[in-house]
């Protein structure tokens, strides 16, 4: 149950939060995305808490050194976590494991151009994207009877119900996020660079 909650609490504030500082949103989504890869090939839940904070720090490293392209691997990361959630969303066991490959790469490649492009606008939707999908992932381990639905849907209806929870956490936490860190991204429309290290660790730097 631990473990779920570690799960849980990191997606809230990756959805919530994602775009209060760029450090936070790799640390976040590297822990994310590791997590959910490493369920995904069957890890114990600790274990993969464990390769989801090495695979965190190690994002994060990476990144700083170099930070430009910062946005493009928060933007791959989350892509990578919206793309197998609507691969769970819409796929089931019986079809091909190639398209979920393929949808995965796709999305994160995607949100990653995108992100690298318009910045924290893109990263807004992203983190909230794929921050609910790791809640909601986490939810699902603390309570896998009752919740297993919203990380593994088996039927249609679980299916439905899960894409309108994830849609709903999502929309929740964009809101939130424009709401109360809404002047970030008018700092970057009045013509701050979307990438750099602003004051705090922030996703902006003068031009």
């Known amino acids: 149950m631990v473990s779920g909650l570690i799960v849980v609490a990191v997606g809230l504030v990756l959805c919530f939060g994602g775009i209060v500082s760029i450090n936070l949103a790799l640390l ?9 890869l490493a369920e995904a090939f069957g890890a114990t ?30 933007g791959a990361v989350t892509g990578a976590v919206i793309g197998a959630k609507l691969w769970a969303a819409l796929g ?15 999305v994160a490649a995607a949100a990653a151009m995108l992100a690298d492009r318009f910045g924290r606008r893109v990263i807004l939707w992203t983190t909230a994207l794929g921050g609910a999908s790791v809640a909601m992932t986490g939810v699902a381990v603390v309570w896998p009877e009752q919740m297993g639905a919203l990380d593994h849907p088996e039927q ?3 299916q439905t119900v899960m894409f309108l929870v994830w849609i709903c956490v999502a929309g ?6 424009r709401r109360f860190f809404g002047r970030r991204l008018q700092v970057a429309a009045a013509g701050t660079h979307p990438v750099g290290r602003g004051e705090g660790g922030d996703l902006t730097r003068p031009a």
């Open 172 to 177: 929740t936490g964009w809101y939130v996020q």
């Open 92 to 106: 089931n066991r019986q079809t091909n494991v190639l398209l979920s490959v393929v949808l995965v790469l796709a």
């Open 45 to 74: 839940d600790w274990d993969a808490i464990w390769v989801a904070v090495a695979s965190a720090v190690i994002v994060w490293l990476v990144a700083m050194y170099v930070f430009h392209l910062a946005p493009f691997v928060i």
């Open 28 to 36: 976040a989504s590297g822990f994310g995305g590791a997590y959910l």
């Open 156 to 158: 249609g209806w679980q």
